[in-house]
């Protein structure tokens, strides 16, 4: 388990009513499962829009149970934006 960051941007930070909180998870997966018992109802729809960061590096297509998180790390929460 690694200990870390997830920041919320936009439409998830609105849903999870928080700029960033703490996580302790092994891979991507744990962590939204994590923030999805923290924070039911809207940020859940949200989550499903999202693309991810991980470290800075985007998650792209891999499933979240492969993405390894290290400890002291960042998860970004990007909702679809719109305009320019």
């Not at 923030?35 to 949200?46: D, M, S």
């Amino acid at each position: 388990m690694a200990a870390g960051t997830i920041r919320y941007w936009a439409a998830a930070k609105a849903a999870a009513q928080v700029a960033e909180e703490p996580y302790t998870a092994g891979t991507l997966a744990e962590a939204l499962a994590g923030a999805r018992e923290r924070h039911p109802g809207e940020l859940e729809r949200v989550l499903l829009r999202c693309s991810f960061l991980v470290d800075g590096d985007p998650v792209g297509t891999r499933a979240h149970e492969t993405v390894r998180l290290a400890e002291g790390g960042t998860v970004e929460v990007l909702p679809p934006f719109a305009g320019g």
